[in-house]
């Protein structure tokens, strides 16, 4: 019997589960799995999630906490819940990610990543198993770079453009999630273009990513994000890591077509590449023109701001 395109994908790439959802995971043995505020909230929706919910309420509740406060621990205490039962189910490592509103605080950020790790390590997990998220801002890389330095291992999400790999890099992160598929429905919408495989803009990105970090030397994973289709996933076969939907490892899971390694650390060597670096006013205004990037990533802020808001009401109609 023929191997799986996705049995065929983890020879060569760590596949990671992007979902909340247990059976999910279950199904399809990912070593990892990220979570963000959409993925909790459409969890926390579903009967089956209840108890963690209630869990959290129940145990925070009795607390001194009141107001804003109290809700904010129960979030807290859902997403450590959560990542607690993911643990259960994955051999790896769970992504949790910190309140996009700290998106431009780096010592906010730095403050609740503290706070996230200390609930895990109280739990018994040790802080390898835990990547903790933060939006790919100047101020979340710093954030990163400091807490790298203190052993709290960094996922920097909302990563769209070259010059935040290159600075998530220069600060010691341990993995970037690039997202492909946003990538691409920008360059959709802007263009009226649709794109294939290697065509594809998203999937241009992270090779130019991947193949610039093999060959300079830079120890920071690359996990492809957000997918739109197969066609993504099977252009960046060899990228260190990459995060996938339900529903396109279910397509991967049906599929017995030959899957080749697109990306490995040979021809990345082999790359022609100049070495490039970013201060703070090179990065802010190399994102400034990249209008797809900026875009990109306040619209993911603001996304993922107004999910963790709708958590907040959720929560307070539980109280």
Not at 40 to 65: C, F, G, H, M
Not at 68 to 83: N, S, T
Not at 195 to 217: E, M
Request: aromatic share 8%; net charge negative.
């Amino acid at each position: 019997m023929s191997a799986t395109q996705l049995e065929q994908l983890k020879q060569f790439t760590t596949v990671v589960a992007d979902t909340g959802d247990f059976e999910t995971m279950e199904a399809y043995k990912p070593r990892d799995a990220t979570t963000n505020p959409s993925l909790i909230l459409q969890a926390t929706a579903k009967e089956a999630y209840r108890p963690i919910v209630d869990k959290a309420v129940a145990e925070l509740k009795s607390t001194s906490a009141t107001g804003d406060a109290l809700v904010e621990a129960i979030i807290d205490r859902i997403l450590i819940l959560f990542g607690l039962e993911i643990l259960k189910i994955v051999p790896g490592r769970v992504s949790t990610e910190v309140d996009a509103r700290l998106s431009f605080n780096t010592a906010g950020s730095i403050a609740k990543a503290r706070e996230l790790i200390a609930a895990y390590e109280k739990e018994g997990v040790s802080r390898d198993r835990v990547l903790i998220k933060i939006a790919s801002t100047w101020e979340g890389i710093k954030a990163a770079e400091t807490l790298e330095k203190e052993g709290i291992h960094c996922n920097l999400t909302l990563l769209f453009s070259f010059p935040q790999a290159v600075a998530c890099a220069e600060a010691g992160v341990q993995l970037i999630s690039p997202f492909v598929g946003r990538i691409l429905d920008w360059y959709k919408a802007s263009t009226g273009k649709d794109y294939q495989g290697t065509d594809d803009p998203g999937v241009q990105s992270v090779r130019a990513i991947y193949t610039y970090y093999k060959k300079f030397g830079h120890s920071t994973e690359v996990m492809g994000a957000s997918f739109r289709n197969v066609g993504e996933i099977i252009a960046l076969a060899g990228c260190d890591l990459l995060t996938i939907s339900p529903a396109l490892l279910q397509e991967l899971h049906d599929s017995t077509e030959p899957l080749e390694r697109a990306l490995s650390p040979e021809t990345a060597y082999a790359a022609e590449l100049e070495k490039v670096s970013f201060d703070e006013n090179a990065f802010r205004f190399a994102l400034n023109e990249d209008a797809m990037a900026t875009e990109k990533t306040a619209e993911g802020i603001r996304k993922f701001s107004a999910d963790i808001v709708k958590l907040e009401k959720f929560v307070k109609s539980l109280l």
